[in-house]
């Protein structure tokens, strides 16, 4: 009876090391989700978000940061670099201001029909406010999807 | 009149001289790499949007970075440097401002490569500290490209490395920028 009770509970014992170390190898590898299939904290307008950011850094901050948030905007202009990676670039007409969106590589090719003018909603993870009196201040956005928006 | 005329001219010339002497980029390129030789795999991130802006004439030189734009490969490593390292919410961004020291041996209207002197403050995790460095200018169809690499100790900068994987991250971070920079108009 003795050695049944010694038996089982080194059984049990094995398997929690063994689910122990299976969650930990699996938290260990895990990888980046889609944050296309996340489901956006907030939806804003570009103007908008750059107002917030533009009144208050560290609000805005404490707000936006590491949030999943949707942006509809205009594209202004894409930019491509030699290790092909894309920024869309939401601004609207006449301003300094924009939100760029660092495009997500398994999304490129959402970016790749896109036109300055196009209307747009990005989603993807802001990283913050980089504001400069010279260049312009820009919301950043990180692993983002693009999607168009048919207005006609 | 013609003197007005020629005056204003001037101030326009002026004006955009100024102005290309400036150049800048968004979407620079800064690789962070804590791997040691104990360490089971590589911790390395990247960040694809550090802002630069040099100014040719004087040499000031500029770089802000937003902390939470490393990518790294791992998402658990990603959130540990953004948790327990860096502490992003806290401290969301790191400046550089500083000056290359020899800008007078740069020609920068002729193609080359020009090996630079750098020096400047950095601030990062809230803890500013002076960093210098060589790098190197490209000059290349009227584009800058600024590269350096380098290493800083993250004690120096309050990054605390738990003793338990004290061995697997290097305590001197090795950081490769690279940014193509545009004049500004």
């Known amino acids: 009876m003795k050695r049944k009770t010694i038996l089982y509970s080194f059984i049990t014992v094995i398997i929690i090391l063994g689910a122990l170390c299976f969650v930990a190898f699996r938290e260990y590898n895990r990888k980046h989700v889609d944050v296309a299939d996340k489901p956006a904290a907030y939806t804003i307008s570009g103007a908008e978000i750059i107002k917030a950011f533009s009144a208050d850094e560290k609000a805005a901050n404490s707000k936006y940061l590491d949030k999943v948030i949707a942006i509809n905007g205009t594209v202004k202009s894409v930019d491509k670099d030699e290790q092909s990676s894309i920024t869309v670039i939401l601004s609207d007409a006449g301003s300094m201001s924009s939100v760029r969106c660092s495009v997500d590589s398994i999304h490129n090719e959402q970016a790749d029909n896109l036109v300055s003018g196009s209307q747009v909603t990005v989603k993807g993870v802001c990283t913050g406010f980089n504001a400069d009196e010279l260049l312009g201040s820009d919301v950043i956005l990180n692993r983002c999807s693009i999607k168009k928006i048919n207005n006609n | ?185």
């Open chain 2, 1 to 185: 009149m013609k003197k007005i005329i020629i005056s204003l001219a001037l101030v326009v010339l002026a004006c955009q001289s100024q102005a290309q002497d400036k150049y800048f980029t968004k979407t620079g390129k800064i690789y962070f790499d804590a791997t040691t030789p104990a360490s089971p795999e590589k911790i390395e991130g990247t960040n694809k949007s550090v802002t630069c802006v040099i100014d040719s004439k004087t040499g000031n030189l500029q770089f802000s970075v937003l902390m939470k734009g490393f990518e790294f490969e791992r998402a658990l490593m990603e959130e540990h440097f953004n948790e327990n390292y860096v502490e992003s919410s806290k401290y969301p961004k790191t400046e550089f401002r500083g000056q290359v020291t020899d800008n007078s041996t740069v020609n920068y209207h002729a193609d080359g490569v020009y090996p630079v002197k750098v020096k400047g403050k950095m601030n990062l995790h809230g803890v500013s500290k002076d960093v210098e460095t060589s790098g190197k200018i490209t000059i290349k169809g009227g584009k800058i490209i600024a590269s350096a690499a380098f290493a800083i100790v993250l004690a120096d900068y309050n990054v605390s490395i738990p003793t338990l994987v004290s061995d697997k991250v290097s305590k001197n971070a090795s950081i490769t920028v690279e940014c193509v920079m545009e004049p500004l108009k």
